[in-house]
């Protein structure tokens, strides 16, 4: 009698009583699972929801639970039961409603349970939330293989070979893409793109493939050059030599491309007094007026502007304050990176630095008359990494470089010889000595933060990536949207200005008032010439071999230049900044190399004396 009352207390009490504490143990852990879990009976209404599912959809519980999934999901849950029944898991991307928030589209694994008999009784949705979502966290999951009988393996008789395997990967590798902890822009339109998909015709879903190839391309804002007039090899050879990157035997060269060899100086001369004549403080009122003669300050100070102008604009921008710098150290290290400069090069010295930071301050100035203007900090590594973008230019291409096989080229194995060794040696002469060191009283994140700014300003002025930088500058600040609904921060549409900025000042010279535009262009055509004349004379492949100075016409190089580089790239920053003189000049001296050419100038010769006239008549006036 006792055995049969402890059997009933067994089967009435105490199994329960373990059953009840298992069920309470696992939806204890379903709860505290990072993962979204739902649950539905057989006609998909939601009878269990976690703490993950309540955080996704920005629902309460009890405005979750008996909800029809068709309410849940945007995308059509109706297949579900059919392929439930198979008794089978299987895959989706199902695209989720999500209460206030934009809808998300996600990997969702869906497992049919049979309680009773063999048709489905509930149906558990397991979905992996991408990591860039609320505050989920999401894993990698584990590669999967397809189950027979699942989606993955269904084929259309309708499509021809390609297509019908594509039909089966496109969802693995799709589930795969959106499973991943981060969600990228370019992961959401592929996602969307997928789902259009599923509705097209064969012809359409063809179509979508080869849009989405392109879309997983590595270089996406990068587009392929148009092609070039066969008849103009000149502007052939300066825009393949601007935007190509360099090769051992073909590499070319950019007009941003800062050219560097090891100098082996590293001179700390520093004026003793630094008195700027009266002429001088002058010209310098100008400074910030686009017109400024930047050739008159050269002059003027003895081939030291960048010095001057340097002062005059941490001046003006507050940059003693802000670095929290005595502007004796400043002056120093203004002097330690004009000295390692090459006066020798007719461009790529500091007059050319002086150029760009004077541009970067005019810059600077119209974004604060905009109410766009950055804050101190911004301003005063904007006109550091200006001053410091081609510091150690040796006047010859990155090209050129790997060529000879200079150690520069080999030690940065032929990537972005220049821009990264200007960035490097800007750091190098600053922490050489405490005089001279204008980020010493930095704490060590500021420190970080700057040199990293710094660093991305000198990098972006490498014209192999001209078109990517300029594609994603239009393609955020050339909508109608407000940049921060498209991009993911304030920080980044800060970079994006930043790069666009010191790009523009880099390469303004066809921007600038006529007669310093042709000045700038036989500085350039020198150093090409010279580059050419040295590897001839060094049997070295010859990087722009239509740059001969004795062949060469230079309005034919500046044409193309302006018009396949120059040209967008000062519209898109016009429309941005609201400079309009930037056009307005980039069109006279457009016009102006037009008629030059039409006049048979072509050589330096030609140059220079037309220079000469147009001086003589400007001082008739």
């Given at each position: 009698?006792?055995?049969?009352?402890?059997?009933?207390?067994?089967?009435?009490?105490?199994?329960?009583?373990?059953?009840?504490?298992?069920?309470?143990?696992?939806?204890?852990?379903?709860?505290?699972?990072?993962?979204?879990?739902?649950?539905?009976?057989?006609?998909?209404?939601?009878?269990?929801?976690?703490?993950?599912?309540?955080?996704?959809?920005?629902?309460?519980?009890?405005?979750?639970?008996?909800?029809?999934?068709?309410?849940?999901?945007?995308?059509?849950?109706?297949?579900?039961?059919?392929?439930?029944?198979?008794?089978?898991?299987?895959?989706?991307?199902?695209?989720?409603?999500?209460?206030?928030?934009?809808?998300?589209?996600?990997?969702?694994?869906?497992?049919?349970?049979?309680?009773?008999?063999?048709?489905?009784?509930?149906?558990?949705?397991?979905?992996?939330?991408?990591?860039?979502?609320?505050?989920?966290?999401?894993?990698?999951?584990?590669?999967?293989?397809?189950?027979?009988?699942?989606?993955?393996?269904?084929?259309?008789?309708?499509?021809?070979?390609?297509?019908?395997?594509?039909?089966?990967?496109?969802?693995?590798?799709?589930?795969?893409?959106?499973?991943?902890?981060?969600?990228?822009?370019?992961?959401?339109?592929?996602?969307?793109?997928?789902?259009?998909?599923?509705?097209?015709?064969?012809?359409?879903?063809?179509?979508?493939?080869?849009?989405?190839?392109?879309?997983?391309?590595?270089?996406?804002?990068?587009?392929?050059?148009?092609?070039?007039?066969?008849?103009?090899?000149?502007?052939?050879?300066?825009?393949?030599?601007?935007?190509?990157?360099?090769?051992?035997?073909?590499?070319?060269?950019?007009s941003n491309d800062s050219i560097i060899r090891v100098s082996g100086r590293q001179s700390t001369c520093m004026p003793a007094k630094m008195k700027a004549t009266?002429?001088?403080?002058?010209?310098?009122?100008?400074?910030?007026?686009?017109?400024?003669?930047?050739?008159?300050?050269?002059?003027?100070?003895?081939?030291?502007?960048?010095?001057?102008?340097?002062?005059?604009?941490?001046?003006?921008?507050?940059?003693?304050?802000?670095?929290?710098?005595?502007?004796?150290?400043?002056?120093?290290?203004?002097?330690?990176?004009?000295?390692?400069?090459?006066?020798?090069?007719?461009?790529?010295?500091?007059?050319?630095?002086?150029?760009?930071?004077?541009?970067?301050?005019?810059?600077?100035?119209?974004?604060?008359?905009?109410?766009?203007?950055?804050?101190?900090?911004?301003?005063?590594?904007?006109?550091?990494?200006?001053?410091?973008?081609?510091?150690?230019?040796?006047?010859?291409?990155?090209?050129?470089?790997?060529?000879?096989?200079?150690?520069?080229?080999?030690?940065?194995?032929?990537?972005?010889?220049?821009?990264?060794?200007?960035?490097?040696?800007?750091?190098?002469?600053?922490?050489?000595?405490?005089?001279?060191?204008?980020?010493?009283?930095?704490?060590?994140?500021?420190?970080?933060?700057?040199?990293?700014?710094?660093?991305?300003?000198?990098?972006?002025?490498?014209?192999?990536?001209?078109?990517?930088?300029?594609?994603k500058f239009v393609s955020i600040f050339g909508s109608d949207e407000e940049p921060k609904d498209i991009v993911q921060s304030e920080e980044e549409s800060s970079?994006?200005?930043?790069?666009?900025?010191?790009?523009?000042?880099?390469?303004?010279?066809?921007?600038?008032?006529?007669?310093?535009?042709?000045?700038?262009?036989?500085?350039?055509?020198?150093?090409?010439?010279?580059?050419?004349?040295?590897?001839?004379?060094?049997?070295?492949?010859?990087?722009?071999?239509?740059?001969?100075?004795?062949?060469?016409?230079?309005?034919?190089?500046?044409?193309?230049?302006?018009?396949?580089?120059?040209?967008?790239?000062?519209?898109?920053?016009?429309?941005?900044?609201?400079?309009?003189?930037?056009?307005?000049?980039?069109?006279?001296?457009?016009?102006?190399?037009?008629?030059?050419?039409?006049?048979?100038?072509?050589?330096?010769?030609?140059?220079?004396?037309?220079?000469?006239?147009?001086?003589?008549?400007?001082?008739?006036?």
């Amino acid at each position: 009698m006792c055995n049969i009352e402890l059997k009933q207390i067994l089967h009435s009490i105490v199994r329960p009583h373990n059953v009840m504490s298992t069920q309470q143990a696992l939806y204890t852990a379903l709860h505290r699972l990072k993962e979204v879990i739902l649950i539905t009976d057989n006609h998909l209404r939601i009878q269990y929801a976690n703490r993950a599912a309540e955080r996704l959809l920005n629902m309460r519980l009890d405005e979750i639970i008996s909800k029809p999934l068709a309410d849940i999901f945007v995308s059509d849950v109706s297949t579900i039961m059919m392929h439930g029944r198979k008794n089978k898991e299987f895959d989706e991307i199902l695209t989720v409603r999500r209460k206030g928030q934009e809808d998300v589209s996600m990997h969702v694994r869906v497992i049919p349970v049979a309680c009773i008999g063999r048709t489905p009784t509930h149906y558990v949705f397991n979905l992996d939330v991408p990591g860039s979502h609320g505050d989920f966290v999401a894993t990698l999951p584990q590669a999967r293989e397809a189950p027979r009988g699942s989606q993955h393996s269904i084929r259309r008789g309708s499509v021809d070979v390609r297509s019908v395997a594509s039909d089966g990967l496109r969802r693995t590798s799709l589930a795969k893409l959106t499973s991943l902890p981060l969600e990228a822009p370019i992961t959401k339109i592929i996602n969307l793109l997928s789902q259009v998909q599923e509705n097209c015709s064969p012809d359409e879903a063809r179509l979508i493939d080869k849009v989405m190839e392109f879309l997983k391309r590595e270089g996406l804002y990068s587009p392929q050059m148009k092609e070039i007039r066969t008849d103009d090899p000149i502007a052939t050879d300066l825009i393949g030599a601007l935007l190509t990157g360099p090769s051992l035997y073909s590499s070319r060269r950019s007009s941003n491309d800062s050219i560097i060899r090891v100098s082996g100086r590293q001179s700390t001369c520093m004026p003793a007094k630094m008195k700027a004549t009266p002429h001088i403080m002058e010209l310098l009122e100008e400074s910030l007026s686009w017109e400024f003669d930047i050739f008159k300050l050269e002059e003027i100070t003895e081939k030291r502007p960048l010095l001057y102008l340097g002062m005059e604009m941490f001046r003006r921008f507050n940059v003693f304050a802000t670095l929290n710098i005595d502007e004796n150290v400043c002056k120093g290290w203004l002097a330690i990176i004009e000295a390692n400069y090459h006066s020798n090069n007719s461009y790529h010295n500091s007059t050319h630095a002086a150029d760009v930071m004077q541009a970067t301050g005019c810059f600077l100035t119209q974004l604060a008359a905009k109410d766009m203007g950055m804050d101190h900090t911004d301003e005063a590594i904007a006109l550091i990494a200006a001053a410091a973008h081609d510091v150690d230019h040796p006047g010859r291409s990155s090209a050129f470089l790997c060529n000879s096989r200079n150690t520069l080229a080999l030690l940065y194995n032929d990537l972005c010889v220049l821009e990264s060794h200007h960035a490097s040696i800007t750091f190098r002469l600053t922490l050489s000595d405490d005089k001279v060191n204008i980020f010493k009283n930095l704490d060590t994140e500021s420190f970080k933060s700057v040199r990293s700014v710094v660093i991305d300003m000198i990098l972006a002025t490498e014209m192999t990536r001209h078109f990517e930088h300029l594609a994603k500058f239009v393609s955020i600040f050339g909508s109608d949207e407000e940049p921060k609904d498209i991009v993911q921060s304030e920080e980044e549409s800060s970079i994006l200005i930043r790069r666009m900025m010191i790009k523009v000042a880099d390469v303004s010279n066809p921007s600038r008032q006529p007669s310093y535009c042709i000045e700038w262009a036989r500085r350039i055509a020198e150093e090409y010439f010279t580059q050419t004349d040295e590897e001839k004379s060094k049997a070295l492949p010859i990087v722009m071999p239509m740059f001969d100075r004795n062949t060469c016409s230079i309005p034919k190089s500046q044409i193309g230049f302006i018009e396949y580089i120059i040209q967008d790239m000062m519209h898109a920053w016009d429309s941005f900044i609201d400079m309009p003189q930037l056009v307005t000049y980039m069109q006279i001296n457009y016009s102006q190399w037009k008629k030059f050419e039409e006049q048979g100038v072509h050589t330096l010769a030609d140059v220079k004396s037309k220079q000469h006239s147009l001086s003589v008549k400007k001082s008739a006036k």
